[in-house]
């Protein structure tokens, strides 16, 4: 009998809370990230690590002709994913409980690979993405997309919130996996075998002019991920509690309408 794969070590955890922060990040980052993603029709792709299908929907709006095979090794994601795609009256997906480092497809099976927020949380990055190619098509192509929590700054500024974010840093590393891999997508590519690697930088600037990305980014996305890390920050001896609540609303300050807050995604693609 085989064995049900066990979620990684997922630093954010799999509240309720983190799922509607996950929503609220896919939704007012759709247009940057995925704006310029659509797949031919007929085309088979992979969205590996696919977690609540957050991005999943768009993928498969975008791309009403094009097959779309979602994996995600918990299977409580899974679930939310399945309900966003029957919500969605989407019959272009597929829904999967499968991890990427054992691939229950055949080589060569797909035209595309999507992949997105999900590097950071590996402990072999670059393993993952050699099994990725092993599954595309020779010209196959694979998107990739990740944030980097060292791209991080904004006005006012404070020495609390930095450590706050470096906290997130450190908490993920010790999880194993690396919350400044955006700015390595270039060399994991070519190191797994890809070629005519290229890398689009995604600033997002936000300031009193843009309302909705002060809500929905600066709010509901990066601070609040901070926020959620808390209690392990504490209890790891990375922050006292008074330091740490300090830095959360001093980030919180940023999405006053004399504040500005600035964080950097990287898009990457390659082919096999």
Not at 64 to 79: E, H, K
Request: aromatic share 8%.
């Amino acid at each position: 009998m085989s064995q049900e794969p066990v979620p990684p070590d997922y630093v954010h955890g799999y509240s309720a809370r983190e799922s509607r922060r996950l929503h609220d990040q896919a939704t007012t980052l759709a247009e940057l990230l995925l704006g310029d993603t659509a797949y031919p029709p007929g085309s088979r792709v992979l969205e590996a690590g696919c977690g609540i299908g957050a991005q999943t929907v768009t993928l498969a709006r975008q791309s009403p002709a094009a097959a779309i095979v979602a994996i995600d090794v918990a299977p409580d994601s899974l679930a939310q994913a399945k309900a966003k795609v029957e919500a969605s009256a989407l019959a272009n997906v597929t829904l999967e409980c499968a991890d990427i480092f054992a691939l229950p497809f055949a080589p060569a099976s797909f035209d595309h690979v999507f992949v997105c927020f999900v590097l950071e949380h590996l402990s072999e990055p670059a393993k993952a993405l050699a099994l990725l190619r092993e599954v595309l098509k020779p010209g196959g192509g694979i998107t990739v997309i990740e944030g980097d929590h060292g791209s991080t700054y904004f006005h006012p500024d404070s020495p609390e919130a930095k450590r706050a974010v470096e906290c997130l840093v450190e908490l993920q590393a010790r999880a194993g996996g690396n919350g400044l891999i955006g700015r390595q997508l270039y060399p994991l590519l070519v190191q797994a075998g890809f070629a005519e690697v290229r890398v689009s930088p995604r600033m997002v600037y936000v300031d009193g002019s843009r309302p909705e990305l002060i809500d929905g980014f600066t709010r509901k996305t990066f601070t609040a991920m901070v926020e959620g890390v808390r209690e392990a920050a504490i209890a790891g001896g990375l922050m006292d509690a008074a330091a740490f609540d300090a830095g959360v609303r001093d980030l919180y300050r940023t999405a006053a309408t004399d504040g500005v807050f600035c964080y950097t995604f990287f898009k990457a693609w390659g082919v096999r």
